[in-house]
Nanobody
Framework: QVQFVESGGGVVQPGGSLRLSCAAS????????MAWYRQAPGKERGLVAR????????GYTDSVKGRFTISRDNAKNTLYLQMNSLKPEDTAVYYC??????????WGQGTQVTVSS
């Protein structure tokens, strides 16, 4: 079955960096556009960054442009999110999934990112 396992979150001071990883399984990762999403307390889950199947095209929500970088390693079935210059408003649970999530597929547990001094 399709599965996503996110890791790499933690507590970091404003201006710090984190690198998130997502191990994907149960589908043909190398043929799938992927994305990172996040959900802050009291808010809906939203798209943060997306990447095409071969990794040649990426896109970001305006609030993270220039600070976050999405990448992938198709040989390892792994998606990454490098987050630099973190701000308190980046605090959220981060999830990976297909660029167009299948509503029948459960989301992973996510990884908590907390930016606080």
């Amino acid at each position: 079955q399709v599965q996503f396992v996110e890791s790499g979150g933690g507590v970091v001071q404003p201006g710090g960096s984190l690198r998130l990883s997502c191990a994907a399984s149960g589908f043909t990762f190398s043929s799938s556009a992927m994305a990172w999403y996040r959900q802050a307390p009291g808010k809906e889950r939203g798209l943060v960054a997306r990447i095409t199947s071969a990794g040649g095209i990426t896109g970001y929500t305006d609030s993270v442009k220039g600070r976050f970088t999405i990448s992938r390693d198709n040989a390892k079935n792994t998606l990454y999110l490098q987050m630099n210059s973190l701000k308190p408003e980046d605090t959220a649970v981060y999830y990976c999934n297909l660029r167009k999530p299948d509503p029948r597929t459960p989301w992973g547990q996510g990884t908590q990112v907390t930016v606080s001094s």
